[in-house]
Nanobody, 126 residues
Framework: EVQFVESGGGLVQAGGSLRLSCAASGFTFDDYAIGWFRQAPGKEREGVSC????????YYADSVKGRFTISSDNAKNTVYLEMNSLKPEDTAVYYCAAKHPPFYSCGLDTAWYDYWGQGTQVTVSS
């Protein structure tokens, strides 16, 4: 059974930092693409960043480039999202998701992913 444990969310002031973790189990982590998504109240879920665990290639939404960094520790089956210079508009529930192979590179289309976590709340105060 595929499972995710997301953690690291919380309340932070604008300009602050948080590190989200997504610990996965139930599949061969090395072969998958892992993505981070977020959904603010009243808005659609949007892609934030993704990483292909096999080669470490990454992709970022324009809104977070230069502020967020995605990384993976395949030995721990865990993907991280380091979030710096946080803004109030980053407030959302953040979800991790996994896409099973085969694929060429990861992407930020929610429909592309096969498995989803339960989410962790990130709130950035102004």
């Amino acid at each position: 059974e595929v499972q995710f444990v997301e953690s690291g969310g919380g309340l932070v002031q604008a300009g602050g930092s948080l590190r989200l973790s997504c610990a996965a189990s139930g599949f061969t982590f090395d072969d998958y693409a892992i993505g981070w998504f977020r959904q603010a109240p009243g808005k659609e879920r949007e892609g934030v960043s993704c990483i292909s665990s096999s080669d470490g290639s990454t992709y970022y939404a324009d809104s977070v480039k230069g502020r967020f960094t995605i990384s993976s520790d395949n030995a721990k089956n865990t993907v991280y999202l380091e979030m710096n210079s946080l803004k109030p508009e980053d407030t959302a529930v953040y979800y991790c998701a996994a896409k099973h192979p085969p694929f060429y590179s990861c992407g930020l289309d929610t429909a592309w992913y096969d498995y989803w976590g339960q989410g962790t709340q990130v709130t950035v105060s102004s």
